[in-house]
């Protein structure tokens, strides 16, 4: 019997044991750095290519934390059709037994928690508890899909006509393509993987160019925890290269993507193309980005609205989907707020990843890096710089918590996602120009109120189009199992990760009546 699902608990990185495995988690990640080079896993092989990616680290650029070998399009062809090849046997392993293969690399990965957050530390700039977070994420990817996948394994009641038995039994949809970013490179890689596998599909796992490692550790567990070759391909390479390639093959069945708006569209419309031989229209999942918000109105308590904002906004330098990019505030308590908002950002120690007292690092890479400045630079000229904005490329790419206040609604720092530590504060009338605001963009994903008017507050629920939204809290850090995440518009297809109704994207549905 499998115990009910509850979430994994973060670290406590105050306690000196798991300080101390931390601290030998990141030695033993230095160890490997210019070292260790990691294969394409196709078919249970194990493949090396004459190109390689370096993985970097964002705080010291200098050191490469690993290489992971980069395939082309002859790869992914061999991984597709590995991947066809593991299928038919594995489409026929039990949902019990799938699962308990999830629950295997969940105890895999619990017991090497600190080496995958520390590989994330140097790989992704994560913070200790950011990074802790992640992981604690991708082991309760792992216990709550295989709960899930057990759950709607279980037979299917329909209604019964005179003479004939009926019968609804989910299948397999064939090979997927999981395609993950960056910003939560073990949880969401971890997370779209395992839903793929548990419920009978197999799939080619491209990561993201900029965090292969800790995605290549990923799958060195699978294998340990006893995965058939060939269920779960790792192929590591260009998205523009082998992306598109995969994506606009006959032979892919659906796609699971998370990332930005843009490559998200495009890879929607490459999919929908039906390609020469093609005999099924692809799935396609697609979670993107965010230019959230958070309302904070004239009845609201200001500090704990500071304090959710700054968090939102500023945790892992504001490089995650959900993070607050706009703060909404109500003329009455804007220069209030807008001063502890302020304080606070001023507040916040930037460092190295690596250093336990550091609560902000510096941005994934030199694109982030300059594409940020220059929102930086715009930001000077659509609003009034009241902290930060300073740069600092010597070491690694560190920008400072950055605040912009009396930001227009319609500007582009109000509109565009910029996906780094710039927030926005926006002046609003009265509360429903401030909803009208928050719903002025093209995205959905999350968005939060401060408020301690009931109204408002019931108001946001059946007004503030996001699909994720928060009231009187942050935005960012949803649970698995408690809180399905997803969102609206073109922040994604809505397919609610970590929540019942998503593993019944990666099968289909057949229904069979005997007549008896
Ligand atoms: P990108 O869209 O740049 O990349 C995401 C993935 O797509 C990477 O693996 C990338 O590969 C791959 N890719 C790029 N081009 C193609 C292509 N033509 N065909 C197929 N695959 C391709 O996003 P980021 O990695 O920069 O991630 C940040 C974005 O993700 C933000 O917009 C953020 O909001 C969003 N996000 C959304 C979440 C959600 O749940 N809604 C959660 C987390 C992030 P390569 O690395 O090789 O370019």
Redesign the pocket.
Known sequence: MVPEFTNEPFADYQAQPNRQAMEAALREVQGEFGRRQWPLTIGGKHVTTDRWIDSVNPCQKSQVVGQAAQAGTDEAQQALDAAWAAFGEWSTWQPAERARLLFKAAALLRRRKHLFSATMVYEAGKTWPEADGDTAEAIDFLEYYGREAVRLAAPRVLPRLAGEDNELVYKPLGVGVV??????PLA?TAGMTAAAIVMGNTAIL?????TPIVAARFVALLEEAGLPPGVVNFLP????EI??YL?AHPKTRFIS????????T??NSLAAQVQPGQRWLKRVVA????KDAIIVDDTADLDAAAEGITTSAYGFQGQ??SAASRAIVLEPVYQDMLGLVASRAEALRQGPAEDPSSQIAAVIDENQFNKIMGYVELGQREGRLVVGGEPDGAQGWYIQPTVFADVPEDGRLAQE?I?GPLLSVIRARDYAHALDIANNTEYG?TGGVYSRDRRHLEQARAAFQVGNLYLNRKITGAMVGAQP???FNM??TDSK?GGPDYLPLFVEAKVIVERF
């Open positions: 395609i993950p970013p960056w910003n939560f969401i491209k990561p993201a160019s900029l390479g260009s998205g523009g992306g598109d994506v993507f998370t990332g930005s708006r843009e490559v998200g495009h890879i979670e993107m980005g965010g995650k989907c996602e996906f994903l995440f997803g969102g922040s994604g990760a």
